[in-house]
């Protein structure tokens, strides 16, 4: 009996994670869940799963499941330091790190700490501090990746050296925006953003797919997860969402793997490794497929892409500002505070002018962390200035 903490229970990876332990009550049991502010699908899991420590970022949110709650066996708690202590618990063999955006870091740096074996489904925690994590788990934990194409290069590499790699080629779906005109991006709104023509996510990685900054992260993820040089890491457009990932060898050989775009096939198999669980999910039928295509990514087009490359060459804290500078743009353009094809240029703006300095240990992250998020906030506002009225 494998036991799980989940954190980030209440989003899109933790709903399908529960799905798949809730079909396997023999393997595995949950004995912590963590989650942002929804505090009343958090109470409804806890009342299924029954964990012994229930988290909420929001202490709001905290307070009220506090009052609510039925089963007086749970403990519950709030804050960063709650979200930790749900990491960190000391009855978990596997964390899975689902929090979305910066906030899901420190978490997963505790877990790793304590020496649990790591699901990774968010992508920040490597894209902002991929060297130190990595440093930091050698030796006490398996970092295994919950993310579809970085699971398919991870199942690709099974009883391959290291050395055989040449290249890995991460597949994109190309978003809802794939042949749009570039000239009316200004008009897209949050609701044509949100309608991802494959998978069904998070508001903010599907913003994210559709500027293909999201592509851009799982490029630096890449690096880290599988210690490969950048220039050896591709992007290819493969708009049909079948080929997750494929890793080119130096004999010239292409492994690749190939599945339905649901999330639950990956997750299965982070949750289980390096054994695999048996699903009713779909099987492929590549019969009713007919055609795979690919293309090369347009990065005039969308910049993000670009833009992530270039932060990975700088590297040191410039990953984490490239980041940072994402979050708050992506939530300007979900509040309609700015355009579509504003997200890159704040981004860019702020990379332009930051500083790149060492990023040796995780407070050296924060603090660019902080500064990009201060510099791209009081870009928005010169830009809301700058509008018409």
Request: proline content about 5%; glycine content about 4%.
């Amino acid at each position: 009996m494998k036991k799980i903490s989940i954190l980030g229970s209440t989003g899109s990876i933790g709903v399908n994670a529960l799905d798949v332990i809730s079909r396997h009550p023999d393997k595995f049991q949950i004995v912590a869940l963590a989650a942002g502010e929804n505090d009343s699908l958090l109470q409804s899991q806890i009342d299924r799963f029954k964990p012994k420590i229930a988290a909420l970022f929001n202490e709001k949110s905290s307070d009220k499941l506090k009052k609510t709650i039925k089963d007086k066996n749970v403990k519950i708690v709030s804050g960063v330091d709650g979200v930790i202590e749900a990491a960190t618990i000391r009855e978990a063999d596997m964390v899975i790190s689902a929090i979305v955006g910066a906030a899901g870091l420190i978490p997963t740096i505790s877990a790793i700490k304590a020496k649990k074996d790591i699901a990774l489904a968010n992508k920040e925690t490597l894209v902002m501090a991929g060297e130190i994590v990595m440093r930091e788990a050698e030796g006490k934990c398996r970092i295994i990746p919950v993310d579809s194409e970085h699971s398919a290069i991870f199942q690709s590499l099974t009883g391959e050296k290291r050395e055989s790699i040449r290249k890995l080629i991460l597949t994109a779906s190309g978003g809802p925006f794939r042949n749009y005109p570039e000239e009316q991006f200004k008009d897209i709104k949050p609701e044509d953003a949100l309608k991802h023509p494959n998978w069904r996510m998070g508001q903010k990685i599907t913003i994210d797919s559709a500027t293909l900054m999201n592509k851009g992260f799982e490029v630096i993820e890449a690096k880290w997860l599988f210690g490969i040089a950048d220039e050896n890491i591709e992007v290819l457009i493969h708009p049909q969402s079948i080929i997750h990932s494929l890793v080119e060898f130096i004999d010239g050989s292409v492994l690749a793997q190939l599945g339905i775009p649901d999330m639950r096939i990956p997750i299965s198999y982070a949750l289980n490794y390096p054994d695999r669980l048996e699903n009713t999910l779909p099987s492929l039928n590549l019969a009713e497929v007919k055609n795979l295509s690919f293309e090369k990514p347009d990065t005039e087009k969308f910049p993000c892409l670009k833009l992530a490359f270039e932060s990975l060459k700088k590297g040191e804290t410039m990953p984490a500002v490239l980041n940072a500078s994402n979050e708050v743009a992506v939530n300007a353009f979900l509040n309609s505070e700015i355009s579509f094809n504003e997200i890159p240029e704040i981004i860019k703006q702020t990379m332009n002018a930051h500083k790149v300095s060492h990023a040796k240990e995780i407070s050296d992250i924060l603090k660019a962390d902080r500064w990009a998020r201060e510099y791209a906030k009081t870009e928005i506002q010169k830009s809301k200035e700058q509008k018409p009225n």
